[in-house]
């Protein structure tokens, strides 16, 4: 994979009221008991009524900012990877390059649900090696509380809100992607939906709601035979050893269903980084608040070899292999 890009610098927000598993407790029939036994899930952040996913962006944007000193207004495209954008029309990434007056920037909001960070992060590098572009800013975020039925006890603990930010830059010294791996089942979309101008699937009734709706066994079953298989494609494809990645970093969907692609794929639990328990499942935007934990606490540093996946609604998966070039010293 002749990349030219790198990952020069990360940010993140997630709002400020918690939902507790006993909150929960206290509007749907449920435990924090069975919620940790089946998710691993304790809390999750939820948006407030005037918060929505272009001002959870827009914060995680600023953070990067401050953290890394860096200067945005030469950014040439803004990707958004999102499934709850404020508005169908416009886009997320328009508000945000308004929000930081960017000039001569494309801006275009992608929804490849969960697998989101990682179909952005990859788009970035396309663009980038290609010659076309040369500064990408990548920013997930959703807001699902807003579209979260909270009636359904089976999916209602998963969701949370959140946004992180990440800037791809040309580089072809010390690139940052070093394989890659997409692919597409199309024909289980009606296992993981939000009905907006249809509500059937090819003739065959859906639920007719703008919330989300999952089938957790389907979806399970897909991911944890799906992604041992891309992880090890994404190895023979980078030339590596599972013993040579420093993290796995997956979609933060459930730790049960981690827990049992790492015992199927023989990778140790204690490297994998994850964002669930304290934020719950927040689509799109899990992969990268998992990884800012981890740089704030400086498990991850500069050349840690990571295995990033991105699995759910579609249903699509997308997965890099990245050497993280972002620098350690970082202004707080």
Not at 72 to 84: C, E, K, L, R, W
Not at 87 to 107: H, K, L, V
Not at 168 to 179: G, H, K, M, R, T
Not at 250 to 279: D, Q, W
Request: hydrophobic share 40%; proline share 3%; net charge negative.
């Amino acid at each position: 994979m002749n990349s030219k890009a790198r990952i020069t610098a990360i940010g993140s927000y997630v709002p400020n009221k918690i939902m507790s598993n006993d909150d929960l407790e206290k509007i749907v029939d449920t435990s924090d008991e069975w919620i940790v036994q089946r998710t691993g899930m304790k809390e999750r952040r939820i948006a407030a009524e005037n918060e929505f996913t272009s001002t959870l962006c827009i914060r995680a944007v600023n953070d990067l900012i401050k953290r890394y000193g860096v200067n945005i207004q030469d950014v040439d495209m803004i990707i958004v990877p999102t499934t709850t954008s404020d508005f169908a029309i416009p886009s997320t990434a328009s508000m945000i390059q308004d929000a930081f007056g960017i000039p001569e920037a494309g801006a275009i909001d992608v929804n490849a649900a969960c697998a989101g960070l990682t179909y952005g992060l990859h788009l970035a590098n396309c663009l980038i090696t290609s010659g076309l572009h040369r500064k990408v800013l990548v920013i997930a975020g959703e807001t699902l509380s807003k579209v979260t039925d909270y009636t359904d006890r089976t999916s209602c603990v998963l969701f949370g809100d959140g946004a992180g930010a990440m800037l791809v830059e040309y580089d072809a010294e010390q690139p940052s992607f070093l394989s890659y791996i997409q692919d597409t089942k199309g024909s289980s979309g009606k296992h993981l939906y939000r009905t907006a101008l249809r509500n059937e699937w090819y003739g065959e009734p859906l639920r007719d709601s703008e919330k989300m709706v999952q089938n957790g066994r389907e979806v399970y079953k897909w991911a944890t035979r799906t992604v041992p298989e891309g992880m090890e494609k994404l190895l023979e494809q980078a030339n590596i050893k599972m013993k040579d990645l420093n993290w796995f970093v997956p979609h933060s969907a459930n730790l049960r269903m981690i827990e049992s692609i790492c015992e199927k794929k023989g990778f140790p639990i204690e490297k994998v980084l994850t964002s669930m328990v304290y934020y719950g499942n927040t689509s799109s935007a899990s992969i990268v608040l998992a990884l800012d934990l981890a740089v704030k606490d400086g498990r991850v540093t500069q050349d840690d070899v990571l295995l990033l996946i991105g699995f759910g609604g579609g249903f699509t998966y997308t997965g890099l292999i990245v050497k993280w070039g972002v620098p350690s010293n970082i202004k707080e």
